[in-house]
Structure formats: structure tokens, C-alpha cells
């Protein structure tokens, strides 16, 4: 078994996502046209903003949340920003690539998302935001978070990368703060066929900046305000993820289902399962703590289950952050230690899930 095959995943709706990428293939046009337009309109109704800017990729959207507050003013360099210690790096390098100053905060171990109670001790003079990322698909917003946000006048940004679709009561996560970063990348819950992502927001100076950022800093033809760049999801990109965009509701449900299977059944003391969640879960990755782990991965795969660490390194011992190899951050150490990802999608079948369930319980 495949941890994630995005041929079959593709399959599902391949009649769909064929005749619409015809469709711009026929058209003539293949960058920002009605396609964009529509998957823009289609996504800022789905996540709840008034607002949603496509762009190039998840790091790009991140990144250029950040630069238009800078050009508006509302950040500086070396101001800080709080981020969870065990994200995935593309989190912490569009809080560097902008002159700012990552503040690395532990995560929970029972929900590995960033401890809320570990964030105000965070908070200095230069606190300006915390980048809340709902990572592996689980809701990492509280209220107490956005008591502190409050409190604090902090900007509250979301990467939503790996939770599309996920939900705080009502909610969508991407509407919950300020501004929302999503990747688009294959593999995500909601992915293209490459590279493409986007930003959600209500504010709509801030929608504008990063429209006019993302298009060399040009919202008039050949008249530059900003120093942009260029980052754009071109239309067939956008034409596929509107087909998929009416599934993401139907398979995040059966991912659920598949997590639940692992959630009730896997019973081996020497595994961790993530704790139930009070809060949602779109289980964009299925995580298990193990001691084991390198002989449970050796185990899986001799009985043809392909599972994946996410991930091996903490951003804090990588080579790119030599500054910040000396600091400890145990929890985080032991989650990139212990982690393990199980195979958790909508092209699973029930008997996969059991098959994984009895292989752990026999280990
Ligand atoms: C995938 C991912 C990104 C980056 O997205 P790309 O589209 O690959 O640039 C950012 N943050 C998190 C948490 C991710 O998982």
C-alpha cells in the first residue's frame, strides 16, 4: 500500500478535472482569467473571507501576508512573530524571509499543536504576531489564543496548508485570524496537479497589497507602487481545483472515517495515537508516536505499508538555522523522533485501515 497515491487520488474525478483543463487548453487564455476568477469566488465563499488572492504556492502566500504588512506599515524588521516549534519549515522561512524574527513556541504532545499556555511567557515588547498552524489537519485555534491576540494587539495568520476544510465551531480555519495562508501543493487535502496556493482574508486593504505584491507590485498596467515579485496560479491549475474543490467536504469525511478506524482500534501500548480531538480534524496526516519507531517502519514495510516521518528534522536543528542549533525544545525533539505517519486518505478502503490496525497490534 501506497502512504498517499495521487494517481488514484486524481482517478476519482478524472472525466471532471480532464474536461475542465480542456476547457482552458481551448480557451487561449492561461493566466489570470476566469478560472482564477472563479476559483477565487469559489474559495472565499468555501472558507468563509470576503477575500481569496491565488498565488503560486503555500510559501508564497505565507511570505506575502507578511510582506504587505511590512509595506503597510504594520511590521518592521526584527519584530517577532510567534510560531509553533515543530511546524514545517516553510512556515519559519516566510517569517525570516521578511526581516522578522521567528519566536519558537513547544507544542502540546497530546494534540501536537503549539501550547497556548506556553505563548504569553512568549510575548515580549516585540511581539507583533503569532502564525498559528494547523498542522497535520487539526485545529490549532482556541479561544485563549484569541484572547491574547486581543489582548496583546497581536495579527493573527493562519497557515492553513494542511487543513483544508477544517472548522472551530462554525468556522473555517483560514477565516478564524487576520489573513490565512493555503497551499495547494499535490498532496494536500485540497491539491492541485502542482504547484499553487493562495491567501484568505476580510481585510480588504490587506486582499489588495498582496494582489498588487504577487503582480510585481503593479495593480495599474506597467505602474509599480511596491518592489513585487510575480507569483500566479495559472488556469489550469485553477480549473482543476474547482472540480476538486466540490469533493474536499466528502473526502475529508472519509478521511475521518479512516482516522477513526485507527483512532477506536489501534490498541499496541507501545503506539501513541493522537489524542481525540475536542477540536476538528481533517487528518490531512495520521500521526502515531512511536519509541520503536525505526523498526515499526522497517516492520510495515516488510508487510507492504509505506508510512512517512513528518517530519525527521526540527526547523531548530536544521543545517538553515545553524543560529538555533544550540536551543532545546524536548517536545518537539521527541515528536521528530518518535512521529510516524500512517496512510490516511479517501482512496483508502476500510480493509486497508484494518489491515494497518492489525499489523500495529501485532507488533
Ligand atoms: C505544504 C506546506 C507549506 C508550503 O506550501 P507549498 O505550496 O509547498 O509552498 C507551508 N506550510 C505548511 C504547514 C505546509 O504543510
Redesign the pocket.
Known amino acids: 500500500m501506497e502512504y498517499l497515491s495521487l494517481k488514484q487520488i486524481t482517478a476519482m474525478h478524472a472525466e471532471e478535472i480532464s474536461a475542465a483543463i480542456q476547457q482552458v487548453v481551448d480557451s487561449g487564455w492561461y493566466l489570470q482569467g476566469q478560472a482564477t476568477r472563479q476559483f477565487q469566488d469559489q474559495y472565499a465563499r468555501y472558507i468563509g473571507t470576503h477575500h481569496c488572492i491565488t498565488c503560486g ?4 502566500a ?1 511570505s506575502l501576508i507578511f510582506r504587505a504588512y511590512r509595506d503597510l506599515g504594520v511590521l518592521q524588521d526584527g519584530d517577532e512573530v510567534i510560531v509553533p516549534a515543530n ?2 519549515i ?2 519559519i522561512l516566510s517569517i525570516t524571509e521578511n526581516n522578522l524574527v521567528p519566536v519558537l513556541v513547544e507544542p502540546d504532545i497530546s494534540t501536537m499543536q503549539i501550547d497556548d499556555a506556553r505563548i504569553e511567557s512568549a510575548i515580549t515588547p516585540r511581539t507583533r504576531a503569532i502564525l498559528l ?1 494547523h ?1 497535520y489537519g487539526r485545529c490549532a485555534f482556541t479561544t485563549r489564543i484569541e484572547n491574547i491576540c486581543r489582548q496583546h494587539h497581536l495579527k493573527l495568520i493562519e ?1 492553513n ?2 487543513a483544508h476544510g477544517c472548522t472551530f465551531h462554525s468556522k473555517r480555519t483560514g477565516s478564524l485570524g487576520d489573513a490565512a ?1 493555503h ?3 499535490p498532496g ?1 487535502n485540497l491539491g492541485a496537479l502542482g ?3 493562495a491567501v484568505t482574508t476580510s481585510d480588504e486593504l490587506l486582499a489588495n497589497t498582496i494582489r498588487t505584491l504577487a503582480n510585481y507590485g503593479s495593480s495599474r498596467k506597467y505602474e509599480f507602487a511596491y518592489k513585487g515579485r510575480n507569483s500566479r496560479m495559472d488556469e489550469l491549475q485553477a480549473a482543476a481545483l474547482s472540480v476538486k474543490l466540490r469533493y474536499l467536504d466528502a473526502d475529508n469525511a472519509r478521511r475521518k472515517q479512516i482516522a477513526q478506524i485507527f483512532n477506536t482500534q489501534i490498541s499496541n501500548p507501545k503506539t501513541i495515537v493522537p489524542k481525540s480531538p475536542d477540536r476538528d480534524n481533517v487528518y490531512h496526516i495520521y500521526p502515531i508516536l512511536c519509541e520503536e519507531r525505526a523498526t515499526l517502519q522497517a516492520y510495515l514495510k516488510e508487510n507492504d505499508v509505506q508510512t512517512m516521518i513528518h517530519y525527521p528534522i526540527p526547523p531548530h536543528q536544521q543545517q538553515a538555522y545553524k543560529e538555533w542549533n544550540h536551543l532545546s525544545f524536548p517536545i518537539t525533539e521527541r515528536i521528530h523522533r518518535q512521529e510516524l505517519s500512517l496512510p490516511c486518505n479517501q482512496a483508502m478502503t476500510d480493509e486497508d485501515a484494518q489491515r494497518i490496525v492489525r499489523l500495529l497490534n501485532a507488533f
Do not use: I, R
Open positions: 504556492n503555500g510559501l508564497d505565507l511546524t514545517y516553510a512556515s498552524v498542522l497557515d496548508a494542511q495562508a497551499s495547494f501543493y494536500k504547484d499553487a496556493g
